[in-house]
């Protein structure tokens, strides 16, 4: 059980430390939720075909926006990894600006987005020979291929924390760290997996997906998974690279 372990820990980050949680991401989140609030108050229009249509101006703006969007996660994810292995936190709600740290985040990061993006083509190979002859186990396929991606993210992404901290580090070395690691990955995999269609049910189930109290529901979860999810990284790199015990 020690890929749950991991996972409680993790969430413990968050909810332990809420206050420097909040001061570290609050402010930087919302800037990040932009895109998705400006599209909420301004919905695309829908073609005859039923596809969203958009204007070049509304266009040019969620661009803008969703630049500002990808500096401002990078900015959080940053924070959060110094502030929980070193305790590093602002006198404000904006955390301090680690310009060098961020931009190698964001190449790291790109990187990272494309090697899942291999990972999800080749493991969909399977689950689609799967699906096409035992069409009941297509859910359990498609969960073997958001299982396989995350495994990919985890053990590559574990650098991450690493370069948060001005490190030296790359992906291949994050893939070496964690190679004694292997089956708790897989684990912890299936349980950030599923914890994520966990989550998922509330909105599902109610009838007006453009609600307000699903866009609220988006936001908080949305928080509570960025947060976690930079935690279960920085976990991992306590644990495997540092060599730190998890009580």
Same mark, same amino acid.
């Given at each position: 059980?020690?890929?749950?372990?991991?996972?409680?820990?993790?969430?413990?980050?968050?909810?332990?430390?809420? $206050?420097?949680?909040?001061?570290?991401? /609050?402010? /930087?989140?919302?800037?990040?939720?932009?895109?998705?609030?400006?599209?909420?108050?301004?919905?695309?229009?829908?073609?005859?075909?039923?596809?969203?249509?958009?204007?070049?101006?509304?266009?040019?703006?969620?661009?803008? *926006?969703?630049?500002?969007?990808?500096?401002?996660?990078?900015?959080?994810?940053?924070?959060?990894?110094?502030?929980?292995?070193?305790?590093?936190?602002?006198?404000?709600?904006?955390?301090?600006?680690?310009?060098?740290?961020?931009?190698?985040?964001?190449?790291?990061?790109?990187?990272?987005?494309?090697?899942?993006?291999?990972?999800?083509? *080749?493991?969909?190979?399977?689950?689609?020979?799967?699906?096409?002859?035992?069409?009941?186990?297509?859910?359990?396929?498609?969960?073997?291929?958001?299982?396989?991606?995350?495994?990919?993210? /985890?053990?590559?992404?574990?650098? /991450?924390?690493?370069?948060?901290?001005?490190?030296?580090?790359? *992906?291949?070395? $994050?893939?070496?760290?964690?190679?004694?690691?292997?089956?708790?990955?897989?684990?912890?995999?299936?349980? #950030?997996?599923?914890? $994520?269609?966990?989550?998922?049910?509330?909105?599902?189930? =109610?009838?007006?997906?453009?609600?307000?109290? =699903?866009?609220?529901?988006?936001?908080?979860? $949305?928080?509570?998974?960025?947060?976690?999810? #930079?935690? #279960?990284?920085?976990?991992?790199?306590?644990?495997?690279?540092?060599?730190?015990?998890?009580?």
């Amino acid at each position: 059980m020690h890929a749950w372990k991991m996972f409680l820990h993790s969430a413990r980050m968050v909810l332990d430390n809420l $206050g420097p949680a909040l001061r570290v991401s /609050l402010l /930087l989140y919302i800037v990040s939720s932009a895109p998705q609030l400006f599209l909420y108050a301004n919905p695309p229009a829908v073609d005859a075909q039923g596809l969203p249509m958009m204007e070049p101006g509304a266009a040019s703006l969620i661009f803008v *926006l969703g630049l500002v969007a990808i500096c401002s996660s990078l900015w959080i994810a940053v924070a959060w990894h110094r502030y929980v292995l070193t305790g590093e936190l602002s006198g404000g709600w904006v955390p301090a600006w680690h310009g060098p740290e961020v931009l190698r985040y964001l190449g790291y990061s790109l990187l990272l987005g494309l090697i899942v993006v291999v990972a999800a083509f *080749l493991a969909a190979i399977p689950a689609a020979i799967v699906m096409m002859v035992l069409s009941p186990l297509a859910p359990i396929a498609l969960l073997g291929i958001a299982v396989a991606c995350l495994y990919v993210a /985890l053990r590559l992404g574990t650098a /991450l924390p690493g370069i948060a901290m001005g490190q030296k580090m790359n *992906l291949q070395q $994050g893939w070496s760290e964690t190679a004694g690691h292997n089956k708790t990955i897989v684990v912890l995999a299936v349980i #950030v997996a599923g914890v $994520g269609l966990l989550v998922q049910v509330p909105t599902l189930m =109610n009838a007006d997906p453009a609600s307000v109290l =699903n866009l609220v529901y988006g936001l908080v979860v $949305g928080w509570f998974a960025t947060m976690i999810g #930079v935690s #279960v990284l920085t976990t991992l790199y306590g644990v495997c690279v540092e060599g730190r015990h998890i009580d």
